[in-house]
């Protein structure tokens, strides 16, 4: 590294930084020494003074009218000092407003707590605390609640049934939201077709599962009445807005006196908000402003809360300093706001002082984010010559109880439906979307929230393939945008540009594959009684897409995308990056500082990744999440430090009394280029700096920063899974002998973490495949509470996975593209069209995501169904 | 009485507050995380201070060596027991010894212990052989055989095991000892003939005899869980070929558990063949009627008990080298 970096130096002619020192190497994680020494610090790991212990008391009815609660033999257990049921919650807190609705949606207001109702098993009913959690949970024993128990929604089909009464009466049914789409001339394009394949695809329900589970310790200070809320969080900025907002109970009057008597403050409100507004006028103006009118005519509160809620974003006494340090992993669940964050805020803010809640697993398996129910009827108008004309899609998805805050089911549904053209070339596409709600928990974004658009299409490509008796491979390749297509548009909208490889992928995959080589094995096992497979799945992934991507998936809201990123040079010399990101398990502290090294020309060791503070990091709605973290905060982290770089080398100018084109710097050296033995440090600059005053009041020597959304292609983070399994059609159980991914993320940072993200994707594929069930009974009983109910794949039963990187040379700077999510976006179609092809001489057509041994069995037809 | 540790150890700080319980109560809480209900916590440092204790309490009392199954329960607070007796530090109960042709394993002896003892593996080969299937590494390094046996599940390794072997099982109380037989242990879901005030101290197999032929089949959702039906298969054959006795005691297929009796006796007089093991296999699959839950059906249990015996009996003749 040493030569190469020298060799660099020497061809040096312009005052370009050395790149590709870091860049685009394995560098070690850097969090891995505190991580696995066991000293990272988790939420759990934070004991303020005088901290005492939440528990929550959890419905074990799945649908219920709360009669009565009786708290008095809880309250007399030694050690509690209060519990506070939905009743306390109204008082202390506003409800959850709509604050993301979509026209033709209904989206419900509601409490941390139930007031009169429960909604699914694990809704919490009431906060104990008490000096320990053990005491919590004893006092939760002795809480006698007398229920009246109600019909139940458990599946779709009851949530369309319009005589089950609806879960929340305002909207008169279970349907909460509802919509269609057209895209090109749908009708002309069916009348064309030569063949129409219609099929039904069902996927059951997941969980995220994060190793660590939610938690949060409200810290207050009793003095100055201070909070800081530390959090197992993906966006501590969402956390903070939403706590303040819903714990602000003063009275609009009360609001704008305060607000009259502290104009700093409304000054910087006002003038934040009022850029915003001017700079995103076009954005916002896409808003269906129909939206807001709808929900209100549905339930008139509405307006009442989200007049609140704007009130209270400004005036809000009660925003806390939001703090998260390490997390241990999410895959969207830590996105969203918990209910439960804002019953313990308000607990610890009427008690005055600090409250901790760690989350056990069966409060997470119940409540912590459920995903991926969804049903989607899919027709393909195709040509005798496999040429695909177009598709017609009817999806539902079940919401489950509860809306996520503040993203949900609505939103979702059109990212499904943005993305299921996929990157094929169609040339009409309709979309229907329902989404309903059941006595289930709550569905949240996990890892692709839209990933069975994937699914369903893949899949349905090779039911279409066998009809037609066409490979599967040969008609995804005459569909598929190729190089000669390209740039070209998405049916639904979004511009592809020259970068989009989903065809490279294919290519390189098939001849990774060898199909002749496997199609000779395949009959020869079927001699010997073994069934082998081998499936295909292609996709591309917005991340983070092109500019209109967004406006595809819900017009007005890539207003909130662009993201901040600080550079910061400190009065010691120091160099830190601040971001609203939030690293729950992608190694930002290694990939941000690989770039912010090479722009600098220091060590990796030399970089200081700020994170997890709201009080000291660039604001941010989204924090970590979307597969952004790669392309849209890596990018920053490249403009600002470059930034930096040429604010340090103007000093440097000054200092040295040189051209700032004549200067490089080299391992944190700043000299005249070919003149090292002269040179200067970072500490000599911020020296000078803050010894001319200029920076004497602020507690750094330089700071920039820059807002940045992409890198002005198209972002399509692109890739070809192939499955090989081994069906035991004695037992059902599949092995998978081989597992390939092809894929292009543009630049890579970190390959091995590259790496690490697509295996940990295709393991949670593989997971929902064979093992992972989220089971409710027939009456919404919960069936999955414990680690031996809901099964998580371990390593012993994943496979390799081989990976092959194509790189294609970036066509613009900072070509990061996501990988976060893509690995679970390829695997479930892979690993269900390898079977379906291993069992296809069965006559198995394969419509459920799911399965484990039995329904393999089951059809093979080897067992009768039960 | 004097020695053993008694105090009201459920939850972690109560103990810290008392004198000498702040060690204790680390220990506590490393082991049972901080979420169990509350419990009296006894450490008896002798069997016979174990078992007047048993004869004091034994009915709200339960008893913990391992821990690795009843800890789990507690921390979800499906048991709750008022008492719990550990046997942990009781000296003379963690070997395995061996007296004429008996083996026995003390209540004490883990899973890893009875895995790695060459006189597991040279004579009690069934037992040997079931080992891998226990769980993971960890929770074999805690778990004890005896645990695994008074706890009972019927999904587990172990009670197949001596049900196929014929173990006796050895219950203490201030009573004196008695010996039960496996067949007459096991009576219920997590449920043994074991009385309140008595303590399993061991469980003896008899050595296995010249040419015994032995497998384990198991079909678990993953590495380590729980069987979706397991077979632990013994055979033996006359010296003209003919199998002279036959052990096919199943686990995961009903609340205890059970040995395929119609089978086995079909099995006996008979000439090992493939098509008798076809045979054999489809008869177990009528003779047992397992449940069905959120892991597996009731029929693909039965289909693949019988799977299980084809290839339990198919690995058994392996071992002569001799299948026609």
Known sequence: ?866 | MANSVTQRAGHAENLANKPGGRDQAAKICKGLGVKNPPFAYHRPETLDEALLLLAQIGEEAKIMSGGQSLLPVMAIRLGQPENIIDISQIRGLDSIETESDIVMFGALVTHSQAEASPVTRDSVPLLHKAMPYIGHRAIRNRGTLCGSLAHADPAAELPAVALALDAELIAASTDGARFIAAEDFFSGFLSTTLQQNELLVGVRFHQAPAGMLTSVQELSRRHGDFALVGLTCVLQLSSDGLVDSAALSFFGVASTPSRATQAEQSLVGSRPTTELFEEIANMVSNELDPPSDTHASANYRKHAAGVLTKRALADCMSQTGVLT
């Open chain 1, 1 to 866: 590294m040493r030569k190469s970096l020298a060799k660099q130096a020497l061809n040096a002619d312009t005052n370009a930084p050395a790149m590709g020192r870091f860049v685009g190497q394995s560098v070690k994680r850097v969090e891995d020494q505190r991580l696995l020494t066991g000293n990272g610090t988790y939420v759990a790991d934070v004991n303020p003074e005088e901290v005492v212990h939440a528990s929550f008391f959890r419905s074990p009815y799945a649908h219920a009218e709360i009669l009565s609660i009786d708290l008095a033999a809880g309250l007399a257990l030694d050690g509690v000092i209060a519990i506070y049921t939905g009743k306390d919650i109204e008082r202390l807190t506003n409800p959850f407003a709509p604050l993301a609705s979509l026209a033709n949606q209904y989206t419900p207001v509601f409490y941390g707590l139930a007031t009169d109702r429960v909604r699914h098993v694990g809704d919490p009913i009431a906060i104990i605390i008490a000096t320990s959690r053990c005491i919590a949970e004893d006092a939760a024993e002795l809480i006698d609640v007398d229920y009246k128990p109600l019909a139940t929604v458990t599946n779709h089909r009851e949530a369309n049934d319009p005589t089950i009464p609806a879960i929340w009466p305002k909207n008169d049914s279970n349907v909460l939201y509802e919509d269609e789409k057209i895209y090109g001339e749908i009708e002309r394009v069916f009348a064309r077709a030569d063949h129409v394949f219609t099929e039904t695809f069902s996927c059951h329900r997941v969980s995220n599962q994060p190793m660590e589970t939610r938690g949060a310790v409200a810290e207050i200070d009793p003095d100055s009445g201070e909070i800081t809320y530390h959090a197992a969080t993906q966006s501590p900025h969402l956390l903070r807005w939403i706590l303040a907002i819903s714990t602000e109970r003063e009275s609009v009057v009360e609001s704008l006196k305060y607000l009259a008597t502290n104009r700093d403050r409304l000054k910087k409100f006002g003038a934040g908000a009022k850029a915003f507004l001017t700079e995103k006028k076009d954005d916002l103006a896409k808003n269906d402003s129909t939206a807001s009118t709808n929900q209100i005519k549905k339930d008139p509160s509405t307006l009442a809360h989200l007049g609140r809620t704007f009130f209270n974003t400004l005036g809000s006494r009660r925003y806390p300093r939001v703090v998260a340090k390490d997390v241990g992993g999410a895959f969207g669940s830590k996105g969203a706001v918990n209910r439960e964050d804002v019953v313990l805020l308000a607990a610890a803010l009427d008690l005055n002082r600090s409250v901790k809640w760690i989350e056990d697993r069966s409060e997470n398996l119940a409540d912590g984010g459920q995903a991926r129910e969804e049903d989607m009827t899919i027709s393909v108008a195709a040509k005798d010559d496999g040429t695909i004309l177009g598709f017609r899609v009817e999806l539902v998805m079940d919401q489950g109880a509860y809306p996520a805050v503040p993203f949900n089911c609505g939103l979702f549904s059109n990212m499904i439906k943005a993305m299921l053209p996929g990157p094929y070339r169609l040339e009409a596409f309709e979309m229907k979307m329902k989404v309903v709600a059941s006595n289930k928990g709550r569905y949240l974004q996990y890892r692709g929230p839209w990933a069975n658009e994937t699914w369903v299409r893949e899949r349905m490509l090779d039911i279409v393939a066998r009809e037609l008796a066409i490979s599967p491979t040969e008609l995804r390749q005459k569909n598929m945008f190729g190089p000669e297509h390209l740039p070209g548009k998405m049916v639904t909208g979004p511009d592809l540009d020259e970068d989009m490889t989903a065809a490279a992928t294919l290519a390189k995959a098939i001849e990774v594959a060898d199909l002749p080589a496997f199609e000779v094995a395949q009959a020869e096992a079927l001699t010997i009684g073994r069934h082998l497979g081998i499936g295909f799945a292609t996709y591309h992934e917005a991340a983070p897409g092109p500019d209109n991507f967004w406006e595809s998936v819900n017009p007005g809201s890539d207003a909130f995308l662009p993201e901040r990123v600080d550079a910061v040079l400190g009065r010691d010399g120091s160099v830190s990056i601040k971001t609203q990101q939030l690293p729950h398990g992608q190694s930002h502290e290694t990939t941000y500082s690989q770039l912010a090294a090479d722009e600098l020309g220091i060590a990796i060791k030399d970089v200081t990744l700020v994170y997890g503070d709201t009080d000291n990091t660039p604001f941010g709605l989204l924090g970590t999440g979307g597969s952004r973290g790669g392309p849209v905060g890596g990018g920053g982290v490249t403009f600002s430090s470059r930034q930096l770089r040429r604010l340090i080398l103007d000093e440097a100018a000054d200092l040295m009394e040189a051209s700032v084109d004549d200067l490089d710097i080299i391992d944190g050296k700043i000299h005249v280029r070919g003149v090292p033995a002269l040179s200067k440090t970072f500490a000599d600059v911020a020296r000078a700096v803050t010894s001319r005053g200029q920076a004497a009041s602020t507690a750094n020597a330089i700071e920039t920063h820059v807002v940045y959304s992409n890198a002005g292609n198209g972002g399509w983070a692109c890739s070809t899974h192939v499955c090989w399994v081994d069906v035991d059609l004695e037992t059902g159980f599949v092995t998978i002998p081989r597992y390939v991914v092809v894929e292009d993320c543009g630049q890579m940072i970190n390959p091995a973490i590259v790496e690490g993200q697509i295996r940990g994707g295709v393991a949670q594929g593989i997971g929902a495949v064979f093992y992972e069930k989220t089971v409710y009974d027939e009456s919404a009983n919960f069936q999955s509470s414990t680690f031996m109910d809901y099964l998580i794949p371990t390593a012993m039963e994943i496979p390799e996975i081989e990976i092959f990187h194509l790189e294609t040379p970036a066509s613009v700077e900072a070509d990061f593209r996501g990988v976060g999510e893509g690995g679970m976006i390829g695997s479930p179609p892979a690993i269900n069209n390898a079977v379906e092809n291993a069992l296809a001489h069965l006559g198995v057509r394969i419509t459920e995501q799911h399965l484990p041994p039995t329904r393999i069995l089951e059809l093979a037809g080897v067992i009768e169904a039960e």
